[in-house]
């Protein structure tokens, strides 16, 4: 059973940045993929950022692409989400996503579904 926990979401003002982070018990075999999602009220959660922690390979979803980097710190067990030029569609609540094995396609890495490991979720906010 992997555990993640997010931390550093907040609320900042349009144009601004913020960085989440994803600590996870172990990245290994049995969490291979690390990915986040966000959930606004009212709508489906989607996929923003994946990243294949053995080959480094990173997939964005085209609303965050050029203002979000997705990356990891091997030594700490950490996922990080570098979120730049934030707007206020961008205001959800951020869950970080794990899942050991393959991933056949840039659509099932950005899938809720594909997930087994959840965290618990950071409200970030972002105001106009």
């Known amino acids: 059973q992997v555990q993640l926990v997010e931390s550093g979401g907040g609320s900042v003002q349009a144009g601004g940045s913020l960085r989440l982070s994803c600590a996870a018990s172990?990245?290994?075999?049995?969490?291979?993929?690390v990915a986040w999602f966000r959930q606004a009220p009212g709508k489906e959660r989607e996929g923003v950022a994946a990243?294949?922690?053995?080959?480094?390979?990173?997939y964005y979803a085209d609303s965050v692409k050029g203002r979000f980097t997705i990356s990891q710190d091997n030594a700490k067990n950490t996922v990080y989400l570098q979120m730049n030029a934030l707007k206020p569609e961008d205001t959800a609540m951020y869950y970080c996503?794990?899942?050991?094995?393959?991933?056949?396609?840039?659509?099932?890495?950005?899938?809720?579904?594909?997930?087994?490991?959840w965290g618990q979720g950071t409200q970030v906010t972002v105001s106009s």
């Open positions: 996503a794990a899942k050991g094995g393959p991933l056949d396609s840039v659509y099932a890495s950005l899938s809720p579904d594909s997930y087994e490991f």
């Open positions: 172990e990245y290994t075999h049995s969490a291979n993929w």
């Open positions: 990243l294949y922690t053995t080959g480094r390979s990173t």
